[in-house]
């Protein structure tokens, strides 16, 4: 790949990973100390959907870059699905099947905290989905650095 062009897109995705990895331990802290009560389901709630707005810039960062254009309706589900594509003579894919799937799980629950007005959190789907968001952050930084390796190998 062309240095320059790879040296501004490493940066870039490395700079929005680290806020992926500031909200990861906003949750961590606050999971450590959790309480029921209302006013912490909706924080933690909160949280997750910023951290996958987080992952979800570190993907637009990559469509923008390697020009994958992506509109409608379905923006956000066509945006993960296109980051486990490994497009062939431009990119390798950014996603495991198994780390797309858990991003998949906090996609949902973003698209439902989103447009859930007036309608009352259920403190188990939240405590799987906290689950799911603590497991999330090796695994896609292995992914990623698997991204950016390859990349770097390509001329």
Partial sequence: MDNP?????????????????????????????????PENLDSMAYQIHNLFGAYEECFQ????????????ARYHADLLRRMRLEIAGIRPALLSESTYELLDELRRFRHFFRHAYGVELDPERVGKVVQIALQLVEPFQKDMESFLAQLKSQP
Wanted: a neutral charge; proline letters at 0%.
């Fill in 5 to 37: 062009a790879f040296v501004l897109l490493e940066a870039e995705l490395r700079e929005s990973y680290r806020m992926v990895q500031r909200i990861d331990d906003r949750i961590r802290q606050r999971h450590a100390t959790y309480k029921n009560t």
């Fill in 61 to 72: 960062i990559i469509a923008n870059f390697f020009e994958n254009h992506i509109e409608g």
